[in-house]
């Protein structure tokens, strides 16, 4: 019922920065909450931030507080995914994710959402 799209993502050196977005479609009436997680080869797949759609609240990965910001237009069915001072350890296919019934203990969990974008790869080069 809901569809994701991602882009903005590509090739940056260690300290630059990226905003990939991620636009919703479909049902988005039914999200309550827009998640990105990444992905690294061999790894899990990891949360790094959410947002609330109606009141835009925000939680973060203590990896990436201080240097990520997601935020979302509401009018364009949304979400961003502000990068700053990229390090190579956040090389990564970064997911755009949609819940619609997320809560506080489950927003950092990817089994919690319910749509997923088909990724967007971001490479960070030293």
């Known amino acids: 019922q809901v569809q994701l799209v991602e882009s903005g993502g590509g090739l940056v050196q260690a300290g630059g920065s990226l905003r990939p977005s991620c636009a919703a479609s479909?049902?988005?009436?039914?999200?309550?909450?827009m998640g990105w997680f990444r992905q690294a080869p061999g790894k899990e797949r990891e949360f790094v931030a959410v947002i609330s759609w109606s009141g835009g609240n925000t939680y973060y990965a203590d990896s990436v507080k201080g240097r990520f910001t997601v935020s979302r237009d509401n009018a364009k069915n949304t979400v961003y995914l502000q990068m700053n001072s990229l390090q190579p350890e956040d090389t990564a296919v970064y997911y755009c994710a949609a819940g619609t019934s997320l809560r506080r203990t489950t927003l950092d969990r990817a089994r919690a959402y319910d749509y997923w974008g088909q990724g967007t790869q971001v490479t960070v080069s030293s």
């Open positions: 479909g049902r988005t009436f039914s999200n309550n909450g």
